[in-house]
């Protein structure tokens, strides 16, 4: 009888334990948004579901705009932004929690045929609004320029803008939604110009200096290098779960130190400066 009931009450414990290890499966989150952030939530939430077996993390891109709209409403767990969400018109940022979890650099890139290899930021402004219409106009080949915009709602786009083009009318020019796609055009077509982040520049295209700065980490950790912004991984109210659990993750040192680095992307630890929603630099 002792040993029957010793029986019974191991059984019940080993079904409680694999019950409690499967109230921990079948979760799920989906984060929206940010396509200059989207490789790096993408590797860690691979990594964080091989080590956590069960969970389900869906990583979608769509832009900055998107994300920031869909955790407004409540549609996902999570939304990726490049942006400040004070610094997006319709967004209500004090209904939402900001959780920075890198730091993004951006650069000109050219077609490798240009022949430009530098550029002043008066000039590259003067690309981007249509005063500059041939790369032999800045010391390159006899070829027009082909100016490549990232879409409306893009934080790539917006953060290029605001530290490039000062304000200025951005000329007319075709519009993707991808920064994939952006780099592909821009590395098959003659005379193109456009802009994506540090961890997106391959061998495929050419990044411009910019006055004789290269676009390189340590020029961005001391604003000498000043086109960058905070990647943002906004939820609506304090995360709770898995939503929780897997941005701790994301701020762990471990994961900044290693795979945030390896990425291309640059921990937040690793800044020299501060920025505000404002761009006031803290130091």
Not at 111 to 139: C, P, Y
Not at 213 to 225: G, Q, S, Y
Not at 240 to 266: C, P, S
């Amino acid at each position: 009888m002792k040993k029957w009931l010793n029986f019974v009450l191991i059984l019940v414990a080993g079904l409680g334990l694999t019950a409690c290890s499967a109230g921990n499966k079948g979760e799920s989150i989906t984060a929206v948004g940010s396509s200059a952030l989207q490789p790096l939530v993408e590797a860690a939430a691979e990594q964080y579901q091989t080590d956590h077996l069960g969970v389900f993390i869906n990583v979608q891109g769509g832009g900055s705009g998107t994300g920031l709209s869909q955790i407004q409403e409540g549609a996902v767990a999570i939304g990726n932004s490049d942006l400040f969400a004070e610094e997006k018109s319709g967004i209500k940022a004090k209904q939402l929690v900001d959780h920075q979890v890198a730091v993004v650099g951006i650069t000109p890139i050219v077609n490798k045929a240009s022949g430009v290899t530098n550029v002043s930021m008066t000039d590259l402004r003067r690309i981007f609004t249509g005063e500059v219409t041939n790369w032999k106009q800045l010391g390159g080949k006899n070829q027009p320029i082909i100016v490549v915009n990232r879409s409306q709602g893009s934080g790539t786009r917006a953060t290029f803008e605001r530290w490039v083009l000062n304000g200025r009318q951005p000329m007319p020019a075709q519009e993707q939604d991808s920064t994939g796609m952006v780099r592909s055009i821009v590395s098959s077509t003659p005379g193109a110009v456009s802009y994506v982040a540090f961890s997106y520049v391959d061998k495929t295209v050419r990044a411009l200096s910019v006055d004789h700065v290269a676009p390189t980490d340590a020029a961005v950790t001391t604003n000498a290098w000043p086109i960058w912004s905070y990647e943002h991984m906004y939820t609506k109210g304090e995360p709770t779960g898995l939503t929780k659990r897997f941005l701790a993750y994301m701020l762990d040192e471990n994961t900044q130190q290693k795979l945030v680095k390896k990425m291309g992307y640059i921990p937040v630890t690793d800044m020299k400066v501060k920025r505000d929603a404002s761009g006031k630099l803290i130091k």
